[in-house]
């Protein structure tokens, strides 16, 4: 077998290799990854601020209206308990009573709504609640899987290693010192098939030398795309 063949089978290798370490990096970056587990924590976090606030809220309205209901006994006790003759203070106080019912109804009418807002908001907990913990359980689903990927394809790795550094012991250091120069440049495609007089690189008709050349034991360089010519 001729160092072409023995290259060719290098880069096949080579190759597989390369999409196994880019599939075995794309699991890594996904490793550990709990984006949205964090994201469903906001919001959860959020629902419960949200509520912390509405029963903050309730608490000084119901405070308040405490504080009106006990200022308009106060006045009605001036008004009703008969030690106030004076026209004008009893048509202040009444003025005043009426005054302090109506912020009474406001502050009655805004409890009420409260109570709404935080009952809407105890749902919206629960609902979040229940997203964030079927969240992690996908997570922790998730993570076991990627992790026995990473494993897998680890080891997979590790095989190909061994066989590729089989391969290249069998091949001429001037011929490998040839291949991995053109690896990059050619982006892991450095051996090319001739069918029909052709390179399959770059698809364009060698030259009956090129063609003479491939069928010898020397390595053959297409001189259009510089790949090494390999005849199956």
Known sequence: MNDAKKLYQLQEIDLDLGAKQESLN??????????????????VEQARQW??????????????????????????????GGKVTNLKELAGLQEEAEQLKGKLKEKEDRVLEVMGEIDTAQRGLSVQEQGLKGTRAQWREAQERLAGERDSLQGAIARLAEKRRKQAQDIAQASLTLYEGLR??????????????????????????????????????CSSCRRILFLD
């Open 26 to 43: 794309k699991v890594v970056v996904q490793l550990g990854d709990s984006s949205a587990a964090k994201e469903a924590e906001t919001a």
């Open 51 to 80: 509520l912390r606030e509405m029963e903050k809220a309730l608490r000084s309205t119901e405070a308040d209206v405490e504080d009106i209901r006990a200022k308009l006994k106060e006045v009605d006790g001036k008004l009703y």
């Open 184 to 221: 990059g440049p050619l982006q892991g495609k450095v051996l090319a098939k001739v069918e029909q007089g052709r390179c399959q690189g770059c698809r364009l008709s060698l030259s009956i030398t090129e063609l003479k050349l491939t069928r010898g034991s020397r390595l053959v360089q």
